[in-house]
């Protein structure tokens, strides 16, 4: 079983930065593609941006590209999403997911459901 425990949401103004993380427990983190999808109210959940396990390789949605990163410290167990320049259409509940089976482990899926892990989420809110 994985637990994952998102924390570094909060209230920031448009412009501003946040950084997000998200613990993961379990030895075989190190082995999951990763992922942070988003869903703001009366919305589907969106993906925003994923991490292989392998090479490190990421991928990002259209409307968080050149704004977000996202990485990982296998060390530790954790990945992180840096949110730059954040715009008020970035607010919603940010969760931090696991793909376990890693279809291509070079590649991050971006479909929410080819993750099978899921954290409780955390609230970002970008004032205007």
């Known amino acids: 079983q994985v637990q994952l425990v998102e924390s570094g949401g909060g209230l920031v103004q448009a412009g501003g930065s946040l950084r997000l993380s998200c613990a993961a427990s379990g030895r075989t983190f190190s082995t999951f593609g990763m992922g942070w999808f988003r869903q703001a109210p009366k919305k589907e959940r969106e993906f925003v941006a994923g991490?292989?396990?392998?090479?490190?390789?990421?991928n990002y949605g259209d409307s968080v590209k050149g704004r977000f990163t996202i990485s990982r410290d296998n060390a530790k167990n954790t990945v992180y999403l840096q949110m730059n320049s954040l715009k008020s259409e970035d607010t919603a509940v940010y969760y931090c997911?696991?793909?376990?089976?890693?279809?291509?482990?070079?590649?991050?899926?971006?479909?929410?459901?080819?993750?099978?892990?899921w954290g409780q989420g955390t609230q970002v809110t970008v004032s205007s």
């Open positions: 991490i292989s396990w392998i090479g490190g390789n990421t």
């Open positions: 997911a696991a793909d376990s089976r890693a279809t291509n482990p070079r590649i991050p899926s971006t479909t929410a459901n080819e993750y099978d892990y």
